[in-house]
Every structure is written in C-alpha cells, then in structure tokens.
C-alpha cells in the first residue's frame, strides 16, 4: 500500500540556518503531495501541496519539489524563524476520491533563538 | 468563521463509557473525514464520508461509528471506551477530487 517515510525527529537548528527536512514516498499511480505543520496545541494546517511531477509547492518561506525520480518531496526553508517551530507531516493522496490522506510520521522542528 | 470545527476540544472519560465527538463544516465541502493522532503524534484515517456514504472504514473497530445527519456534519461515536483509544482525533473535509483537506483543531480523548 501506499506509505511515507520522513526523517525522524526532532530537528535542532539555530535561527536563521537553512531547513531540510526529507521526505519519500511510496505509491501507486500518480499521487499529489502535501506538506501540513501542526503548531503546538493546534490542529494541521496545509503549507504547501504539489500535484504533478516537478511541480513546487511554496508557501511562506517554505518549498518543496515534486520529484518522481526519486520519489522524494523533500521541505526547504532559507533561514528559519522561532516561530517556525512545529511538527512537520508529509502526506500523500490520490488524484482524486475520497480516499484521504496517508501521513509520514512527522518531523519535530525546534528553532532555537 | 472556523472552516472545520470540533467539539469537545479535550474529553476526559472512565473505560467502558460511551462517548461522542461532533464536527461541523462550512466550507460546502462534500467529503468528511476521521483521522486518529496517537502518542507519537502518527496519523491515520479511520473514515470518510461523501455525500453521506461511506467511503473508508480502515479496520477500525466497529465501536466507532461515523454518523453523518447531513453534508455539514460526521460525528464520532465511540462505545465501550478503552485505555487504548486514548489519542487526538482530527476531523477533516474536501471536495471530492481534491485530496488537499482542512482539518479542525483536534479533539483530545483521554480515557481513564
């Protein structure tokens, strides 16, 4: 079945450092990719999506590339903020339907000022 | 003006209860969703709904049951609670053939 696998975390970085966090996946057919970010004490927020291959999904700051050779969706930031910290959720989905989400497991991300 | 609205937001409850948690959208969404966080913060679908059909049931117990009275709602209920359904439960919805979901702000289920 379809699966995604993320970098374990958490993630330490210094404001201001570059952020990547790495994402894979494995599916059937030709999903959309998702990047969600879950603030502490709240729900997910989508940040970014891509729906073809070599598309890029942006989104405050955030960018992630679509690469079906590889089947990553790897998240980038330039220069990360203290607000930035949070936890990351690849996610896959199908082309269309109802068939919801499959999620990484996340990726904690602690900016420290 | 929440897109996706849950209530109760933290539910606290003995084993052996019955519980329900509500969701609401109002977004004309025709598709609704379950998902499930546990401990480790891992998510999973447990349903979806569209337009009142069911769409998803990824083995879940059948102790949790979806009911949707109409487009703008799917509320969970959950019989018999255990220690094990302790976790937070997510709603989401989209519009069909968009997988991209607003999900609401999380219902905090601890089971004592």
């Known amino acids: 079945g379809d699966s995604v696998t993320q970098m374990e975390g958490p993630v330490t970085l210094s404001e201001e450092a570059f952020l990547t966090i790495n994402c894979t996946y494995t599916?059937?057919?030709?999903?959309?990719l998702f990047w969600y970010v879950q603030y502490p004490g709240e729900g997910l927020q989508l940040l970014l999506k891509a729906t073809k291959a070599d598309d890029k999904g942006s989104n405050k700051g955030f960018e992630a590339t679509y690469r079906k050779e590889t089947t990553s969706f790897h998240l980038e930031k330039g220069s990360v903020q203290v607000s930035d910290s949070a936890v990351y959720f690849c996610?896959?989905?199908?082309?269309?339907?109802?068939?919801?989400?499959?999620f990484g497991k996340g990726t904690h991300l602690i900016i420290q000022p | 003006d929440t897109a996706v609205s849950q209530t109760p937001k933290y539910l606290v409850t003995q084993m052996g209860n019955d519980k329900s948690i509500k969701c609401e959208q109002n977004?004309?969404?025709?598709?609704m969703y379950w998902y499930k966080q546990d401990s480790k913060k891992f998510l999973k679908i447990m349903f979806s709904y569209n337009n009142k059909e069911l769409i998803i049931n990824e083995t879940v117990p059948n102790r949790f049951s979806p009911k949707s009275p109409d487009k703008a709602h799917l509320n969970l209920h959950i019989n018999s609670l255990e220690l094990g359904d302790s976790a937070v439960y997510f709603c989401?919805?989209?519009?069909?053939?968009?997988?991209?979901?607003?999900f609401g702000q999380g219902t905090r289920l601890t089971v004592v």
């Open positions: 977004l004309g969404h025709d598709t």
């Open positions: 996610a896959l989905g199908p082309r269309g339907g109802a068939d919801g989400l499959t």
């Open positions: 599916a059937t057919g030709y999903p959309s």
């Open positions: 989401a919805s989209s519009i069909g053939g968009q997988p991209a979901a607003f």
